[in-house]
């Protein structure tokens, strides 16, 4: 089954995980945001949602709560079916 933002990932994300990052320009609860395909100097394509993919592996974000390699699967595999929202 295809994994996609809206069932999948968003869940994963606690509201004040969203609060905080928001004002930072870090979009977590908009679809449109992580969904964008638009690149940057640091990655070819989709560069919000693996940026944000980056720093959930590091164990940057979100603070106080590391992500689980299940829940970092689940992304994974959210950005290999395609970034669907």
Excluded: E
């Excluded at 996609?4 to 908009?30: E, H, Q, W, Y």
């Amino acid at each position: 089954m295809t994994t996609s933002f809206g069932n999948d990932i968003l869940p994963m994300f606690r509201p004040g995980d969203i609060a905080c990052m928001t004002p930072k320009g870090v979009r977590l609860g908009d679809a449109d945001w992580i969904c964008d395909p638009a690149a940057n100097d640091d990655f070819a394509d989709h560069a919000n949602a693996r940026r944000v993919f980056a720093a959930l592996s590091a164990g940057f974000m979100p603070p106080g709560h590391r992500w689980s390699q299940d829940a970092l699967d689940v992304y994974a595999s959210w950005m290999g079916d395609g970034f669907q929202p």
